[in-house]
């Protein structure tokens, strides 16, 4: 990972565009612009179809590539004239040390909705939910299925299970504007 870490810090300086491979997993990959980073996460403003759609935090741990993305004129006069650099932010929490501190930023600045992955070798989990509270070793959360359908216990996943989590976009958009008042708790205001 050293290798690329040069090429991440240069890229979330000067807003570039970068792939970031994850071939171990499933050969899982995503393009974005790093915004924020720590030893154990790294978060990208998404790129989907020439546009930012939300975030996405990957593990340093998993990621097998990085390459610049926007290294030809077309691709980055495409970006810049959809203003695409000028949109990239860091989200409002600006921290992510490690997944408690990130779903707690998220939780907190965000209104909590999230998707999480947990991808092995032999299983993928994802989950679509509103995240209820973050310890040092869990994260509880609020499920919905495809269907807009709240489960009626919340979730509990493991920190070190978790692989990646998706934040801000407009598919959860959809999801918090038609799942929204079913997923409150009594007593909850919003």
Known sequence: MQEYQALLDKAQKQKNM???YRDKLDGAFYGGIPVLQSR?????????????????AVRQKDITLVEQY???DFCRRVLEGEGVYAQAKAPAFRSCEDWRQLLEGIRKSLGGWVTVECEAPDEML????????VD?????????????HWHPDETTV????ITAVSFGGRYLGIYEKYCKAAGRKKGERG
Not at 136 to 148: E, F
């Open 18 to 20: 970068v792939v970031v």
């Open 126 to 133: 994802f989950f679509v939910g509103v995240v209820s509270s």
């Open 136 to 148: 040092g070793n869990y994260l509880m959360m609020r499920r919905v299925d495809a269907d807009g």
């Open 158 to 161: 493991p920190l070190q299970d």
């Open 70 to 72: 926007d290294d030809n």
């Open 40 to 56: 154990e996460l790294l978060v990208l403003a998404r790129e989907q179809e020439f546009r930012l759609d939300g975030w996405i």
